[in-house]
């Protein structure tokens, strides 16, 4: 349909579609700036954020026989004790196996090396050359961007100061005073939307505590299954081996399978050919395990992605933010597709309501 001046309707709803997109491009990009200038205190309150995730459900249980200050003190040392030790099983693995590990590696990619010189390849050592060339020019930059990520992260020592106490304080008060917080957030917005943000606003923290929780134990299940696989199969360092798939599987989809590369490698090394192909398949295994049955189930709708949508998220939390940006890249990209369904209409669970009665001070 066409209207007097001549410019059809759709035209015309396509071009109110795209400023106002751009307009929230803009909101964004300004925030990712203010972001960026106080990185290191963004930071500290999400880390805050994840603890608090962490925490909460112990100290909602020990509340229910003892005051809630002693129960959060009791539910911190419990989550802490926990992340030390297993901070220091993963440590103390690869600090004692390490020297076999990087010897069996080295002689795996030996392995690959002559394959590629006497196999149906059959490339020359100037060839084997660039591609290793490549490979290490590949590491370095990775080894760069975490080194530089951490620098970063870090900064000065009156930054680290500064952080960490923000995120002692956040971690209190989240804990503590979790609705009063959140109540005077939303006592700052108009009254007319105030609703819709909070209800925005716990369907992010839903998202973000949900996947929290559940990667902890998808990692460890990762780990526990090709533990068991490795120590199967015969395969060597095996201990060493799961630390490594239990750190790579804390990034979704690609973590754990590159992590289970190493393992393959090792294979080839002490065990042949054979051995590597079947820690390969147990790779698809249990990478397919941890997609369709391990994360629905212990993660439910907390982070209802596809695996495409998860890749690209990674992706471009790495290129943004390094290492830091893959790891938060999934809870952030769960939170802001959990809004948009809610903002779109779409999400049965939270009905869209067009003129709600205002969201109280505090709940």
């Not at 099983?89 to 080295?106: C, D, F, H, R």
């Not at 108009?190 to 973000?208: C, F, L, N, Q, Y």
């Amino acid at each position: 349909m066409v209207e007097e001046d001549g410019i059809p309707d759709t035209l015309k709803r396509l071009s109110g579609i795209t400023w106002r997109l751009l307009v929230l491009v803009a909101g964004f990009v300004l925030i990712a700036r203010v972001f960026d200038s106080i990185f290191p205190v963004v930071f500290a309150l999400f880390f805050a954020m994840l603890v608090t995730a962490w925490t909460s459900p112990v100290m909602n249980l020990l509340h229910k026989i003892m005051p809630k200050v002693l129960a959060m003190i009791l539910a911190l040392l419990a989550i802490g004790s926990a992340i030390v030790l297993v901070l220091y099983s993963v440590i103390s693995s690869t600090i004692s196996e390490g020297p076999k590990l990087a010897t069996s590696i080295q002689s795996g990619f030996a392995d690959i090396e002559t394959w590629m010189k006497t196999g149906p390849l059959h490339l020359d050592a100037a060839d084997i050359g660039n591609l290793l060339d490549q490979a290490k020019g590949l590491g370095a930059d990775i080894a760069k961007g975490v080194l530089g990520d951490a620098l970063g992260a870090a900064g000065s020592i009156g930054t680290l100061i500064i952080a960490g106490s923000v995120f002692i304080f956040g971690v209190i008060f989240f804990l503590m005073s979790p609705a009063t917080i959140w109540g005077w957030v939303i006592s700052w917005i108009p009254r007319k939307t105030s609703h819709h943000v909070d209800v925005a606003g716990r369907i992010a923290w839903e998202s973000i505590s949900g996947y929290t929780r559940g990667i902890v134990i998808v990692a460890f299940l990762d780990a526990l299954l090709v533990f068991i696989g490795l120590v199967i199969l015969g395969v060597p360092l095996a201990p060493a081996l799961a630390a490594v798939v239990f750190i790579g599987a804390f990034i979704p989809v690609i973590g754990a399978p590159i992590a289970t590369f190493f393992a393959a490698i090792v294979a080839l090394a002490e065990k042949g050919p054979f051995v590597a192909l079947l820690v390969i398949i147990l790779t698809i295994i249990v990478g397919s395990f941890d997609g369709d049955v391990m994360q629905p189930l212990v993660m439910g709708k907390a982070v209802n992605l596809h695996p495409l949508a998860i890749v690209i998220a990674i992706a471009a939390g790495a290129i943004a933010l390094g290492i830091v940006g893959a790891l938060i890249a999934v809870p952030i990209a769960g939170a802001v597709y959990g809004i948009a369904k809610y903002v779109t209409g779409r999400d049965p669970e939270h009905p869209y309501i067009d003129d709600p009665e205002p969201a109280p001070a505090a709940t």
